[in-house]
């Protein structure tokens, strides 16, 4: 069983920033796809970053410019750094991996943005 372990988040003014992690419990290299989503109250669980196995990026619309997702194989530890934050980016924010066959979540953590 595969443990993902969130970290980072928090309460930040509008346009500050923070660096959400994702700590695995093996070898991320396995994995053909880690991503971050987030789910706001009241709202359905949306992708805001992925990156796969190979390097490749997606963004949400939202976000694109001010998020950046990146995975470092050597910690196994997959990161969201977050910019210009916004009110509306205020979610509880979940790792997401995949293998083939299954894909495993994190507990999320929170993310106020709030002055």
């Known amino acids: 069983q595969v443990q993902l372990v969130e970290s980072g988040g928090g309460l930040v003014d509008p346009g500050g920033s923070l660096r959400l992690s994702c700590a695995a419990s093996r070898n991320i290299f396995s994995f053909i796809y880690m991503g971050w989503y987030r789910q706001a109250p009241g709202k359905q669980r949306e992708l805001v970053a992925s990156?796969?196995?190979?390097?490749?990026?997606e963004y949400a619309d939202s976000v694109k410019g001010r998020f950046t997702i990146s995975r470092d194989n050597a910690k196994n530890t997959v990161y969201l750094q977050m910019n210009s934050l916004k009110p509306e980016d205020t979610a509880v924010y979940y790792c997401?991996?995949?293998?083939?066959?299954?894909?495993?979540w994190g507990q999320g953590t929170q993310v106020t943005v709030s002055s």
């Open positions: 990156i796969t196995s190979g390097g490749t990026t």
């Open positions: 997401n991996a995949r293998e083939i066959a299954r894909q495993y």
